[in-house]
């Protein structure tokens, strides 16, 4: 975290941190999420000295969050259906589209 962060900030960061974590992130991505989002959020709230102009007008990272989860309009992507196939060794996975995916799970 950058000097002079306040501790809603510094608090911010660890459970960003924790979350990515407990998701099976590595703990150098899981600090480069963290530290990513809240330095957006930051410049997004005017707490920082300069802030890139897609910072500012793109979608809040809290609105953003889950939007491309399981339960999203579309369901889980291409690479999460690929790694459950993996899991299951079902053969010829690598070479499914989504939607073979997503049959071969028995997710129709």
């Given at each position: ?32 999420i963290a ?47 690929y790694n ?8 010829g996975r ?15």
């Open positions: 975290m950058p000097r002079g962060s306040s501790a809603k900030r510094e608090r911010q960061y660890e459970h960003i941190k924790e979350s990515a974590l407990d998701r099976g992130e590595s703990k150098d991505r899981a600090e480069e530290a990513r989002t809240v330095n957006k959020e930051r410049a997004r709230a005017g707490e920082s000295k300069t802030a890139s102009r897609t910072s500012i007008q793109d979608m809040s990272s809290s609105k953003r969050g889950g939007q491309r989860s399981h339960s999203g309009a579309q369901g889980p992507t291409k690479e999460q259906l459950e196939a993996k899991q299951k060794n079902i053969e690598s070479h499914m589209n989504k939607a073979e995916l997503k049959r071969a799970l028995g997710r129709s």
